[in-house]
Nanobody, 125 residues
């Protein structure tokens, strides 16, 4: 499954962005789809995930209440609505997908086999 992430950009603190993840020619049905991010000099970290079948969602504590992950059946995309952005949200955001996750493995990047190329989000203070 090839994933394509888009929708990053440069914004000021407090603004919003909505990156999206698509799987051209494939469906996310049956998959968990997640967003991870990696800031310069830091390890990749979990941001949010969604289970396509029942729309269960999972969030990192650092984004709970500010970010919302959602799916669009018609467009076969998964989006990450990011509100109240902070400078510490600056990172390359990657989407990932795989099957057979549980509430523990869904947050762990090593459990995902399919990754997008990343989209840069820069939040200025």
């Amino acid at each position: 499954v090839q994933l394509q992430a888009s929708g990053g950009g440069l914004v000021q603190a407090g603004a919003s962005l909505r990156p999206s993840c698509a799987a051209p020619g494939r469906t996310f049905s049956g998959y968990f789809t997640a967003w991870f991010r990696q800031a310069p000099g830091k390890e990749r970290e979990f941001v949010a995930a969604i289970k396509w079948s029942d729309v269960s969602t999972y969030y990192a504590d650092s984004v709970t209440g500010r970010f919302t992950i959602s799916r669009d059946n018609a467009k076969n995309t998964v989006s990450l609505q990011m509100n109240s952005l902070k400078p510490e949200d600056t990172a390359v955001y990657y989407c990932a997908a795989d099957r057979g996750m549980n509430s523990e493995s869904v947050t762990q990047s090593g459990h995902y086999d399919y990754w997008g190329q990343g989209t840069l989000v820069t939040v200025s203070s």
